[in-house]
């Protein structure tokens, strides 16, 4: 099914010291560990960073099968990104064989690495969005972006924009589920073909696909306006934002292993 496929905007409930953390706490960490990500270019230091990754989904309680399928609808754009970086790094070739001769060993390297972040990136991504609620998620981001209210920035529609976002992604993809469905029970065939004849034959997917969001969007806004949503002038929260001493355990623990990374890093 797709949706066993793509994971990104799911949750799954638990009670994990992730789970109890702070949202501000997890994206910021998460954005920590973006940039960290490429700074790292040793062996060492990406095989730390990996077992990190996978203790902290083993400590999350989330499968780690169900968070590697994330990788799965990107997997071409991985594959496709490494292959143009194999055969585009100038440096010593590989073999004097064709078509082994326009592949060098700096190539190679340089694309396993690259791989690597990009996978460990969308996981990161993934276990965010496992352990943190889209309520949540849209205060945290909301309350992150309160400073940048100064410069006019609307800080509270932004975060909606997004939790609506990935709260659909879900939604539609279980409609292009059903969709598909519907339309192979009547003869539709979607792997046959070149490439041409099957972008077309997900003619009849995108049209309904397409209806059936605008509808869900207007049935949105009726819905917000008739509970008199007018934006984030004068709302209040029934949950409050704290920290608590589960961010001060994953804070210093994250930090601790970056800042001992890095060190790797530079000896």
């Known amino acids: 099914m797709l949706m066993n496929n793509i994971t990104i905007g799911q949750y799954i409930p638990g009670d994990s010291v992730i789970h109890r953390a702070d949202p501000r706490t997890k994206i910021i960490l998460s954005l920590v560990f973006m940039v960290v990500i490429f700074l ?6 990406f095989l730390a960073v990996t077992a990190f990754i996978i203790l902290s989904v083993e400590i999350s309680g989330v499968p780690l099968k169900y968070t590697l399928r994330g990788l799965k609808p990107l997997l071409l754009i991985i594959v496709f990104t490494a292959v143009v970086n194999v055969f585009t790094t100038i440096g010593t070739p590989v073999s004097d064989v064709v078509p082994l001769k326009y592949v060098t060993w700096e190539g190679l390297i340089l694309a396993a690495k690259l791989a690597t972040r990009l996978a460990l990136i969308i996981i990161s991504g993934s276990l965010l969005t496992f352990t943190t609620t889209p309520i949540l998620l849209t205060d945290g981001i909301e309350k992150l972006l309160n400073p940048f209210k100064r410069i006019g920035i609307p800080a509270h529609e932004l975060a909606m924009m997004m939790s609506i976002a990935l709260r659909f992604i879900p939604t539609l993809l279980e409609e292009t589920d059903k969709i598909m469905k519907a339309q192979a029970a009547r003869g539709a065939d979607f792997d046959t073909g070149n490439l041409v004849q099957r972008a077309k034959s997900f003619v ?23 509970r008199c949503y007018r934006g984030g002038t004068g709302r209040t929260r029934m949950r409050q934002l704290r920290f608590t001493a589960a961010d001060l355990a994953v804070s210093l623990t994250t930090f601790l292993i970056f800042s001992t990374v890095l060190i790797l890093q530079l000896f």
């Open 40 to 45: 790292l270019n040793s062996f060492w230091t």
């Open 204 to 226: 009849p997917v995108l049209v309904p696909l397409f209806v059936s969001a605008f509808r869900r969007a207007d049935e949105l806004a009726t819905a917000m306006e008739a």
